[in-house]
């Protein structure tokens, strides 16, 4: 190529304003939300970075597929079409659609967890623990050592650590009935998983007969880091790489708000017969007829052509440079950022860079709402809010305090990510003014959605 410039590899075919209000107002909206992020209405946020899923922008090929959906009840075409998509990726036997990730998640582990029973991951996401703790089995999380230190720099910071793999199933005979590894990572920081990591891990689940499952949201970003990193994949395409990803497992969970590039739905795909049947089982109870998973015709069609479109090498070129463009800008200005920059998110290490806010005053939520107050930018906490409230009633501080500014996909163009940075360094700038919070009310499970803060 001779010119350099990563462009966005669309056009923009439709618009959708965007609103600015005040800091004032912003001081005012805050109060209203209980200072909870969750609780504003989205038509008050400028630059609405709370999450990746589910907010991408469709393309004119997956409107073009919505039209072709087929409503019918059982056997619908648009099924057959998600269908080949995901085995055309996966090549596991059985696909059962879902509405979400987490509906994908609750009817696995409905079918094969047990009280007392424990499931190692490289890093649950929140659903996937709430979903484990809920069937009363122990969510063990074990990335390598190197996750937990936000400035080690990495090319594959998301492996789980496979010598932890191997002796929790070891000294756990017949309580693990199944492994789990999260491509990428997402709450620890977007980070990718090696090809060699996932083999490995795979010979040790086969050798002591316990299924591997990939949460596998970010296939496609997980495939791009492998093709731009690890050696002896940079010829291969990315699906590819994902096809080569998804021999090593027996099943995946996958939420298509993710990597599917569409606004609603998911899958549990999986090659053992007997366990297909009872989650389907399950499936009709609570979701739908297996051939619709609690999804429109229309959906399926907008998944199947997303998954396709996912794996292309200009979207997905643009899409980790646009992130990585962020990250460089706030390591240049000292801005503490889980390094590398992730897939789909920058990661802001709060603990780094606000040492005045202990973590019992929760330093990552106080600088979400910071980046509210001051440009009307809404992120995450992935930190002791989400995290430290314990199964058992006790409260254990999260082992990183990060703000998760995740990217929509094909929604922000380059000028809405200098704004971003702008805001950042301003931010930056003041933040010895930044005060910690507390939790006024918060229920025992996934608290973070809906609890009541105050400013200390
Ligand atoms: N697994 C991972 C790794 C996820 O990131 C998510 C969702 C899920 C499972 C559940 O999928 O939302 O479709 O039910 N993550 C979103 C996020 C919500 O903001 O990171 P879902």
Not at 16 to 41: D, S
Not at 211 to 237: H, M, Q, S, V
Request: hydrophobic fraction near 40%.
């Amino acid at each position: 190529m001779k010119f350099k410039t990563i462009i966005e590899p669309f056009r923009i075919k439709m618009v959708e304003p965007i609103r600015q209000t005040t800091r004032a107002e912003r001081e005012k909206l805050l109060a209203e939300a209980h200072y909870n992020l969750f609780l504003l209405k989205a038509e008050d946020v400028l630059i609405d970075l709370l999450t990746d899923s589910g907010t991408g922008a469709m393309s004119s090929g997956q409107w073009a597929g919505m039209m072709l959906g087929d409503e019918s009840y059982a056997g619908a075409k648009s099924f057959y079409k998600f269908e080949t998509a995901v085995q055309n990726i996966t090549h596991l036997k059985h696909v059962i659609p879902t509405h979400q990730g987490r509906a994908a998640e609750r009817i696995l582990f409905g079918s094969v967890l047990k009280p007392g029973d424990i499931v190692p991951n490289n890093t649950h996401f929140d659903t996937t623990r709430a979903n484990t703790e809920y069937r009363g089995a122990v969510a063990y999380d074990i990335p390598i050592a190197e996750a937990h230190d936000p400035a080690a720099i990495l090319p594959f910071k998301g492996n789980i650590d496979l010598q932890k793999l191997e002796q929790t199933i070891v000294e756990n005979p017949g309580k693990v009935p199944l492994a789990m590894i999260t491509v990428t990572n997402n709450s620890g920081g977007g980070q990718p998983v090696s090809m060699a990591n996932i083999r490995a891990a795979s010979e040790i689940c086969r050798r002591h007969s316990v299924p591997l499952f990939l949460d596998c949201c970010r296939f496609a970003e997980n495939a791009w880091f492998i093709k731009t990193r690890e050696e002896g994949y940079a010829d291969k395409t990315p699906l590819d790489i994902a096809q080569e990803m998804f021999s090593y497992v027996d099943g995946a969970t996958m939420s298509a708000k993710k990597d599917g590039m569409a606004n609603i739905g998911g899958f549990l795909a999986l090659n053992d017969d007997a366990l297909a049947q009872t989650c389907k089982n399950l499936l009709i109870l609570t979701e739908g007829f297996p051939t619709y998973g609690g999804l429109a015709g229309y959906d399926l069609e907008a998944i199947a052509v997303g998954l396709e479109e996912v794996l292309h090498e200009d979207y997905l070129n643009y899409r980790i440079r646009s992130v990585a463009y962020l990250g460089d800008i706030l390591t240049a200005n000292d801005i503490p950022i889980v390094r590398p920059a992730g897939g789909h998110a920058i990661y802001i290490d709060a603990k780094g860079m606000l040492p005045h806010i202990p973590q019992s005053e929760y330093p990552a939520w106080a600088l979400s709402l910071a980046l509210y107050l001051e440009g009307g930018i809404r992120s995450v906490e992935i930190g002791s809010v989400m995290f430290g409230h314990q199964p058992d009633g006790s409260e254990k501080p999260a082992a990183m305090e990060l703000v998760r500014l995740a990217f929509p996909r094909r929604v922000y163009t380059q000028s809405h990510v200098d704004y971003l940075a702008e805001v950042l360094l301003y931010v930056n700038s003041i933040k010895n003014e930044i005060r910690g919070v507390r939790i006024v009310d918060a229920p025992p499970v996934l608290r973070h959605f809906s609890a009541k803060m105050a400013l200390i």
